[in-house]
């Protein structure tokens, strides 16, 4: 197996809950597995993943895997395309 695969397969959960990027229906992605899972009846995405402990750089790098090979750089929430930008500080004065 190769190696970027085990590496990325580690850092992922078993199910993700994400929007489909052209249905924009919630769908689930199974680690490892390409495509994805259309669920029986809606699910909230935001719920599942909490309930899952599934995070957002997580839930991002699944639908990545599932599209493109779970191999690809992007298939690793560890990824900085992942990372979310800092917050700005709307407290601040000049």
């Known amino acids: 197996m190769d190696d970027r695969l085990i590496h990325n397969l580690g850092k992922l ?3 993700a809950a994400v929007s489909h990027p ?3 229906i919630t769908v689930l992605i199974e680690r490892g597995v390409m495509g994805y899972i259309r669920p029986p009846h809606p699910i ?3 719920a599942f993943n909490r309930l ?4 957002p750089a997580q839930a991002a790098a699944m639908l990545h ?3 493109f090979g779970f191999y690809v ?4 929430p560890d990824h900085p395309m992942h990372q979310l930008p800092a917050a700005p500080d709307c407290m601040a004065r000049d």
């Open 44 to 46: 909230d995405r935001e």
């Open 65 to 67: 895997g599932s599209m």
């Open 73 to 76: 750089p992007a298939a690793d």
């Open 22 to 24: 052209v249905e924009r």
């Open 13 to 15: 959960p078993n199910y």
């Open 52 to 55: 899952h402990g599934v995070t």
